[in-house]
């Protein structure tokens, strides 16, 4: 997971770990979590599409944000 990336398109798209965790339907400590990999905590793949959709992903950033 690149979370710089990730955040980078957050930033980009004028997103906080709140307004991103409300359109994901989690909390935003869920959504630090995921983020972050800790415990385990990974993003399924109804999120990762919310969020592709959200911030206009292409398969290469998809590939880069969620699966390197």
């Known amino acids: 997971m690149n979370k710089n990336l990730l955040?980078?398109?957050?930033v980009l798209f004028g997103d906080t770990n709140e307004?991103?965790?409300a359109a994901l339907g989690i909390s935003p400590q869920r959504l630090?979590?995921?983020?972050?990999?800790?415990?385990?905590a990974e993003f399924v793949q109804r999120e990762i599409k919310v969020m592709r959709?959200?911030?206009q992903l292409t398969?290469?950033?998809?590939?880069?944000?969620f699966f390197q």
């Open 19 to 21: 307004t991103l965790a």
């Open 32 to 40: 630090s979590a995921k983020i972050n990999a800790k415990d385990g």
């Open 7 to 10: 955040r980078s398109k957050m």
């Open 59 to 65: 398969d290469e950033e998809t590939g880069l944000i």
């Open 53 to 55: 959709n959200r911030y």
